[in-house]
């Protein structure tokens, strides 16, 4: 069956239904804005325990990047996912979640060919990038005299 990309385009048009466009805008920004409303909360109870702001600042990272591993190893952050879309890639729990999905689903290899070897593959270009850009940056800056 020969088809151009129009008629593709056309066909699958008409068998896909529309995107409630105006409910996932805001199941997004609700969820996405809870998440961030959590980690402020966690954040003023950190400097109520007496923490300065950038000890508090990194306990709750720490924090949220825990429940967000909990939650996806009780498949309970790709329930959320489901539901509410682009809000869960806030982006500490999202990367914590891109981490330990892929370890979870491939845990049943072993635990170096499964587990370790694929628990950066969606996360891994990032790392490397990040590394690999902040190297590079930190190189110029030296050579510049900064």
Not at 1 to 24: A, G
Not at 96 to 125: L, R, W, Y
């Amino acid at each position: 069956m020969d088809m151009t990309n129009q008629e593709f385009d056309k066909l699958i048009r008409s068998k896909s239904s529309p995107s409630p466009l105006l409910k996932d805008l805001v199941l997004a920004f609700v969820v996405g804005g809870g998440i961030c409303c959590i980690g402020q909360a966690l954040q003023m109870m950190y400097e109520g325990f007496g923490l300065s702001r950038d000890d508090a600042g990194t306990w709750v990272t720490v924090t949220l990047i825990f429940l967000s591993a909990l939650f996806t190893g009780l498949n309970l952050y790709d329930r959320l996912a489901r539901y509410a879309g682009a809000g869960t890639l806030v982006p500490v729990t999202g990367f914590a979640n891109s981490v330990v999905s892929p370890a979870m689903e491939f845990k049943s290899e072993g635990f170096i060919t499964g587990m370790a070897a694929k628990m950066f593959v969606i996360a891994g270009p990032v790392i490397v990038f990040g590394i690999g850009t902040s190297v590079i940056y930190g190189l110029i800056l030296c050579l510049m005299g900064g």
